[in-house]
């Protein structure tokens, strides 16, 4: 390796906090480092380029185990853009998904909160937590 980054260089260049850095390390997101004579774990430029990746990914909503896939494909020798297009396909379907259960919640909550003007102020009310969720 000609870079011979130690793991705080790497965390400065790729934007990965060191802790995250061992954890990929250790479930072979990203292959072990080098050792220097003192013990020290030393890394390069694809390492770097990798956990850049890597973190962009996960911005989008990769999950490890997705990254797990496009990582092998790439060790292999193979070039995993199809294989990331239809993850991404995926992604929006599961986002759309989400926007609709979350404009249902939003529905639910407005009129939970509409509600709420008009609560009454008797015995009933003074059973439960609040009447408003109790009953929902």
Known sequence: MTDDLRIGNLAQASGVPTKTIRFYEEIGLLPPAQRA????????????????FIRNAR???????????????RDRGEVPCRYVAHLLEQKVVEIEERIR????????????????????????????????????
Do not use: W
């Not at 004579?37 to 850049?52: P, Q, S, T």
């Not at 911005?59 to 494909?73: I, P, Q």
């Open 101 to 136: 259960q979350l404009q249902e919640l939003q529905q639910d909550l407005q009129q939970l909160v509409s509600q709420a003007g008009n609560l009454p102020d008797d015995i009933e009310m003074k059973r439960c937590v609040c009447h408003l969720i109790y009953n929902r």
């Open 59 to 73: 911005s989008l909503g990769f999950t490890l185990d997705d990254l797990k896939e496009v990582l092998a494909l």
């Open 37 to 52: 004579e003192n013990g020290y774990r030393l890394y390069g430029g694809e390492d770097v380029r990798r956990l850049r």
